[in-house]
């Protein structure tokens, strides 16, 4: 099970800290991916992270102003946002994946999906 937590209302130019934690299952061998949905909108990919050796990658609206970051021992991912802008306003979600086939960037590539938390940004 994956469970987000970091959401929150904030104003544009304030950070935040995402966390995804799994419980029960160990994700450490997995790939990590951050997604997001706005209203009205498909749910696209924001970062990712290979657990196993730390690789990171992430889409180019948040690149450059966004760090995802592991802590294995407390079998948490972590997604850091700076400087956000109303376009940042989603759910965000937390999924993974042991297979590393399909692309990062799908959301079909991952089998696993947390519930989501909510980021609202305020201009």
């Known amino acids: 099970q994956l469970v987000e937590s970091g959401g929150g209302l904030v104003q544009a130019g304030d950070s935040l800290r995402l966390s995804c934690t799994s419980s029960?299952?160990?994700?450490?061998?997995?790939?990590m991916g951050w997604f997001r949905q706005a209203p009205g909108k498909d749910r696209e990919f924001v970062a990712g992270i290979n657990m196993r050796d730390g690789n990171d990658y992430y889409a180019d609206s948040v690149k450059g102003r966004s760090t995802i970051s592991r802590d294995l021992s407390k079998k948490t991912n972590f997604l850091q946002v700076n400087s956000l802008k109303p376009e940042d306003t989603a759910e965000y979600f937390c999924a993974a994946d042991n297979v590393f086939i399909g692309d990062d960037r799908y959301t079909n590539s991952y089998p696993y999906w947390g519930q989501g938390t909510l980021v609202t940004v305020s201009s």
């Open positions: 029960g299952h160990t994700f450490n061998n997995y790939r």
